[in-house]
C-alpha cells in the first residue's frame, strides 16, 4: 500500500510539472500584461518598465519559468502584482483556509442529506417519496447558486432579519492550526446561509447518484444471498449494499471536494466571503501571472491527492480491489 | 491498520474542534464581523460601518492609484496640501502657506511641525506618538516630504503614478534611470521650509502636490519592514485616523487619531470615533446588507434606482446623487478609414441623444456631457453653449437634439454618405453590461438619425480590449470607436485635455498627428495649445482651454463626450456625510441615538 502511493505521489510530479508550463505559457500569451495600466489608464512606457524589473518580467521567458520553479522548489509562490506587497503564499494562507471551512462544511451538508434521501428513495422506489424525492433533486441541481444565495439572503435576511446577510464569521487572524475557525456564535450565524445555498446543489447529485448506485446493487445475487440468510432488511442494505454502492458516490466525490474547498467563486461574492475562488478569476483578468499559477497548482496538487484518495477508498469499499 | 489510522484522524479533528469551541479566541480588536450585538452596549465610541467594496491593493501613499486605496490613505496620512471638498482648490494641510518664484518655477512650502507621527498599539487599544530613540515625540518634517516624493521618483520603487510628478525638476530623469534620484529638485531647507522646483512653470502644482504620491513617508519604518511596513502591525501614520486592523479582503479598521490637530483646528470636523470598513464586492450584497442594518451606507444596484428614487420611494429621502470627476466618453480611432473625416465624427456625436440616454437608460442622474473635462474641474467648459452646442438641450442654450440631428444628416450627406448609407463602422467596449446597454442604445440612435449606416458592437475582455486599442496595436484590430471613462487626478483641465489627448503627451489613442490630411492644422493648434496653458497666468488659461475644448469635441471632433459621472449612494438618516470625489471620512457626523434605536 505505502509503496503504491509513493508511486502514484511521484507519478504526479511530471504532471504537475505540465500544468504548471502550460498554465505559465497560456497565462502569458494572453494579449495585455500586468502592468499596462492602472484602472482605465494606460501607464507610460518607462513606468511600465520600472515595474517590470521589480517583479523580473524583463527576462526571457525561459529564465522566468526557471525562477518560479526555483520559487516552487522553496515553497515560495511569488509576489502578487495587483497587491502590492503581499505574496501569493499569504494569499492563499489567508484565503484558502476560508474557502476551505466552507466547503468542507457544504460536503458534510451534501452528504447528510443527499445520501440517507438517495437510499430511501431507491427502497422506496416508484412511490411518492421516491418520486418527491426526485423532485427536490432536480430542483437542487437545477436553482443555480447565482439564484439561490440572493433569494436566501432577501428572505432570511432582509425580510425578517434571522440572520446576518453576508460575510464570513471568522478570520485568518483566529484560526487554529491556521485553518480551524473558532467555534463561535458567530461563526455558526454567518457559515449558514453560504453552505445551505452551496450545499443543497451537492446534495442532490448526491441523492441521485446514491439511488441509481443503489438499486443496481440490490439486484445482485449476494444481496439475494443475504436476505436468504436470514439478515434483517436493515443489516443487509446497511452492511451489504451500501458498501458496494458508494463507489459511483466516491468517484465524484474526490474532484467535487477539491473544487468546493478551493472556493467557489460566486457563493464566495455573493455573501462577500473572502475565500479562495475569487482570486482564480481576478487574477486573470489582473494578469496577476504568481497568482494564477499558485491557484492552479494549489487546485492541481488537490486534485491529484484526491484521486489517490479515491483509488484507495475503491479498495476498503470492494475488497476485490487490491494495489499491491 | 488502515482503518485504525483514519479512526485516529478523526478522532483528532473532533478533538481539535471540541477543543477550538472551549477556548475562547482572542478576538481582535478590529473584528466587525458581527452583525448583531456589536453595537449594543451603553453608547460606545461612534462607529461608522461603511463598505469600501474592494480590497484596497496598498496603502503606501507611493504606490496608490485607484480611489479605495486614496480613500484610506487620506484618512491616515497628510499632504503638503489637500482639495477642498467643495470647490478642489488646494488648500493648507500641512504646508501652511506657499509661494511661486517670479519665474514660476520654484516653489517654497512653509510646513508646520505639530504634526506627530502616530502608531496603533494593539495592546492598549490607543493610538500613541512615535517617539525616537532619546524619547521625544517623532513630527512630521520637511526632509519626510522630501523623502516621500524622492522615493515616488525612484525606479526601486517601481510606482505607478511617479509620471504624475515627472513635472518636478529630476523626477523623470531619474524614473527613466538617466538620472539620479539625490538630483531631484525636492530640498528640505529645514524641518519646516520645503523646496521644489518644476521644470515649467505649472499653476496647478499645489494640487499635484494634494495627491498620495507625493505625500510625505516614514523612511525608518519603509526601511525596517520592507514592502509589509503598511500593514496594521507596522505601519506609522499622521492623519486623523489611523489603521487599527487590516483583515485582508475582508475588513479595516480605522480609529481616531487624537493627535491630529485636524480636531482642534477644522470647524469642518466630524465626530465619529471608529470606521469599519468591510470589503463587499457585490453591490446587491452591499445593498441587503444596509437594508439589513448592517451598514450605514450602500451604493444603490441599478436595478434599484426605482425603489430607491421613485415616487414615493419607501427609503424616504435616504437616496443621494452627487458628481464625480469622470467622464465617459466615446473615442474615434481617427486614422481608420471609416471615421477619418471629421464631419463624419461630428454627425455621429450630433446624433447621440445624450438627454434619453440618461434618463432612460443609466437613471444615475448623471449629466449630459458637450465636453471631455468634466465640470468639477479648473478649466471646464461644460455646459457652455459655446462648445458643442448641438450635444446641450435648448434650456442650456444649445441647439436641443432634435436639431442636432438635422445638422448630422446634413453632415453626413456632405460626406459622402446620405443617410449613412455606405458607412460601415465598428464600436469597441470592455466586457460589461452596462456598457453594452450603452452601446446598444447609441447604434440604435445612429440607426435612427442615418438608416442606412451599419452599426457592428465588439466587445472584449478588459485586457485585451485595451491591448487592441493602444497606439501600437494593429489597425485592423481596432475598432473604429471606442469607450472609456477618464476621472481626474488632480481637479485641473491639464490632466484631461493635455495629459490624455496631447499627442506629445497623453496616450492620444485618438491618434491625431499634425499631418492628418483633414484636421492636421487643428491637431497642431491643440498640441501648442494644450502645452501653453500649463504655464499661462490661470486667467489666460481658462480661454485656451475652451478653445481646446472646441478643437477636441466640434471642429477635430475626435471623441464624443457622452456624460458626466454621478455617485449613487444611499444613506441611513442618523449619518451626516459628504459626496465629494474622496469620501472625506474626518468630516462625517453620526447621530449614535438613531443608529442604536434600530
Not at chain 1, 245 to 262: A, E, K, N
Not at chain 1, 264 to 271: A, D, K, L, T
Not at chain 2, 410 to 429: F, K, N, R, S, V
Amino acid at each position: 500500500m505505502t509503496a503504491y502511493i509513493i508511486r502514484r505521489l511521484l507519478y504526479a510530479i511530471p504532471v504537475l510539472f505540465c500544468i504548471i508550463l502550460v498554465t505559465f505559457l497560456l497565462a502569458r500569451s494572453l494579449p495585455g500584461g500586468p502592468f499596462d495600466r492602472a484602472g482605465d489608464k494606460t501607464l507610460p512606457e518607462s513606468i511600465r518598465q520600472n515595474l517590470e524589473a521589480k517583479y523580473g518580467l524583463d527576462d526571457p521567458a525561459y529564465i522566468q519559468f526557471a525562477n518560479y520553479l526555483g520559487g516552487i522548489v522553496r515553497g515560495d509562490l511569488g509576489p502578487s502584482y495587483s497587491y502590492r506587497g503581499r505574496s501569493v503564499n499569504q494569499i492563499i494562507k489567508e484565503s484558502f483556509p476560508i474557502s476551505l471551512q466552507l466547503g468542507i462544511l457544504s460536503i458534510l451538508l451534501a452528504v447528510i442529506i443527499g445520501i440517507p434521501a438517495g437510499i430511501i428513495a431507491a427502497l422506496k422506489q416508484n412511490t411518492w417519496i421516491d418520486y418527491s424525492s426526485s423532485f427536490v433533486a432536480i430542483l437542487g441541481v437545477s436553482i443555480p447558486n447565482i439564484v439561490l444565495g440572493p433569494l436566501l439572503i432577501y428572505v432570511v435576511s432582509v425580510q425578517f432579519g434571522w440572520l446576518p446577510a453576508a460575510r464570513w464569521g471568522a478570520n485568518y487572524k483566529q484560526f487554529y492550526f491556521g485553518w480551524i475557525p473558532p467555534m463561535t456564535k458567530d461563526f455558526w450565524i454567518h457559515a449558514i446561509l453560504p453552505v445551505i445555498t452551496l450545499g443543497t446543489a451537492f446534495s442532490a447529485t448526491f441523492a441521485r447518484l446514491t439511488r441509481a448506485s443503489l438499486l443496481q446493487t440490490i439486484r445482485e445475487d449476494y444481496i439475494r444471498t443475504a436476505r436468504a440468510k436470514g439478515l434483517t432488511e436493515y443489516g443487509v442494505i446497511m452492511r451489504h449494499a451500501m458498501k458496494n454502492s458508494m463507489i459511483p458516490v466516491v468517484t465524484v466525490f474526490g474532484p467535487l471536494l477539491i473544487g468546493v474547498v478551493t472556493g467557489s467563486f460566486v457563493v464566495e461574492r455573493i455573501f462577500g466571503i473572502p475565500g479562495m475562488g475569487e482570486f482564480f478569476v481576478t487574477s486573470i483578468t489582473n494578469r496577476d501571472y504568481p497568482i494564477v499559477l499558485g491557484t492552479t497548482l494549489l487546485y492541481s496538487v488537490g486534485l491529484v491527492l484526491a484521486n489517490i484518495g479515491v483509488d484507495l477508498a475503491y479498495a476498503w469499499l470492494d475488497p476485490r480491489i487490491r494495489y499491491d | 491498520m488502515y482503518k485504525r489510522s483514519y479512526v485516529v484522524m478523526l478522532l483528532l479533528a473532533l478533538a481539535a474542534m471540541v477543543f477550538s469551541a472551549c477556548a475562547a479566541p482572542a478576538v481582535p480588536a478590529g473584528d466587525s464581523s458581527g452583525s448583531d450585538g456589536d453595537m449594543a452596549g451603553d453608547m460606545g465610541p461612534v462607529t461608522v460601518r461603511y463598505n469600501l467594496a474592494t480590497e484596497p491593493p496598498t496603502v503606501d501613499p507611493a504606490l496608490s492609484t485607484d480611489t479605495t486605496s486614496s480613500a484610506v490613505i487620506r484618512s491616515i496620512d497628510v499632504g503638503l496640501t489637500r482639495l477642498n471638498p467643495e470647490d478642489s482648490s488646494a488648500e493648507p494641510s500641512l504646508a501652511t502657506d506657499w509661494s511661486q518664484s517670479d519665474d514660476g518655477l520654484t516653489w517654497t512650502f512653509n510646513l508646520r511641525t505639530d504634526i506627530p507621527w502616530v502608531k496603533y498599539n494593539a495592546d492598549s487599544g490607543e493610538v500613541e506618538e512615535v517617539t525616537g530613540d532619546d524619547g521625544s515625540v517623532m513630527y512630521v518634517t520637511a526632509p519626510q516630504v522630501e523623502y516621500g516624493i524622492k522615493r515616488a521618483c525612484d525606479p526601486e520603487t517601481a510606482s505607478d503614478y511617479a509620471y504624475i510628478l515627472y513635472v518636478i525638476d529630476g523626477c523623470e530623469a531619474a524614473n527613466i534611470g538617466e538620472g539620479a534620484v539625490d538630483d531631484i529638485a525636492v530640498t528640505a531647507l529645514d524641518d519646516a521650509t520645503l523646496e521644489i522646483s518644476t521644470t515649467y512653470a505649472a499653476s496647478f502644482f499645489p494640487q499635484i502636490v494634494s495627491m498620495p504620491t507625493a505625500f510625505p513617508t516614514p523612511q525608518g519604518v519603509i526601511e525596517e519592514f520592507g514592502d509589509v511596513w503598511t500593514e496594521a502591525d507596522n505601519i506609522v501614520s499622521n492623519g486623523p485616523y489611523a489603521m487599527s486592523e487590516w483583515i485582508h479582503n475582508d475588513s479595516m479598521q480605522l480609529v481616531k487619531n487624537p493627535f491630529s490637530p485636524l480636531w482642534a483646528e477644522d470647524s469642518r470636523a466630524g465626530n465619529v470615533d471608529v470606521y469599519n470598513f468591510v470589503m463587499i464586492e457585490e453591490a446587491s450584497t452591499e445593498f441587503a446588507m444596509y437594508e439589513n442594518n448592517e451598514l450605514d451606507d450602500s451604493t444603490v444596484p441599478q436595478d434599484q434606482m426605482d425603489a430607491v428614487f421613485g415616487d414615493g420611494s419607501a427609503y424616504g429621502d435616504e437616496g443621494h446623487i452627487a458628481p464625480n470627476n469622470c467622464t465617459y466618453f466615446y473615442g474615434f480611432i481617427t486614422k481608420k478609414e471609416a471615421v477619418s473625416d471629421p464631419n463624419v465624427r461630428r454627425a455621429l456625436s450630433m446624433a447621440v441623444d445624450r438627454v434619453t440616454l440618461v434618463d432612460q437608460i443609466l437613471k444615475g442622474g448623471q449629466e449630459p456631457a458637450n465636453s471631455f473635462t468634466n465640470p468639477a474641474n479648473f478649466g471646464t467648459v461644460a455646459f457652455d453653449p459655446e462648445v458643442a452646442p448641438w450635444a446641450l438641450t435648448e434650456d442650456l442654450g444649445g441647439t436641443g437634439y432634435a436639431a442636432a440631428v438635422e445638422m448630422g444628416k446634413q453632415l453626413m450627406a456632405d460626406a459622402g454618405y446620405p443617410d449613412g448609407e455606405g458607412l460601415t463602422l465598428t464600436i469597441g467596449h470592455n466586457v460589461s453590461e452596462g456598457h453594452a446597454r450603452i452601446a446598444q442604445a447609441i447604434q440604435a440612435m445612429w440607426t435612427a438619425a442615418y438608416p442606412a449606416i451599419q452599426v457592428n458592437i465588439e466587445t472584449q475582455e478588459w485586457g485585451v480590449y485595451l491591448d487592441s486599442i493602444e497606439n501600437d496595436a494593429p489597425m485592423e484590430n481596432k475598432p473604429d470607436v471606442y469607450r472609456l471613462g477618464w476621472c481626474a487626478d488632480y481637479p485641473h483641465a491639464n490632466n484631461w485635455v493635455h495629459e490624455v489627448f496631447n499627442p506629445d503627451a497623453g496616450s492620444n489613442r485618438i491618434m491625431i498627428t499634425p499631418d492628418d490630411p483633414a484636421i492636421g492644422d487643428l491637431v497642431a493648434e491643440y498640441t501648442q495649445l494644450t502645452k501653453d496653458a500649463q504655464t499661462a497666468s490661470p486667467e489666460d488659461s481658462l480661454a485656451m482651454y475652451k478653445r481646446a475644448e472646441q478643437l477636441l469635441v466640434d471642429e477635430m471632433a475626435a471623441i464624443i463626450p457622452i456624460y458626466f459621472y454621478t455617485t449613487v449612494r444611499i444613506t441611513k438618516p442618523w449619518l451626516n456625510r459628504l459626496y465629494a470625489n474622496d469620501p472625506y471620512f474626518e468630516y462625517w457626523t453620526l447621530d449614535q441615538s438613531g443608529q442604536e434605536g434600530m
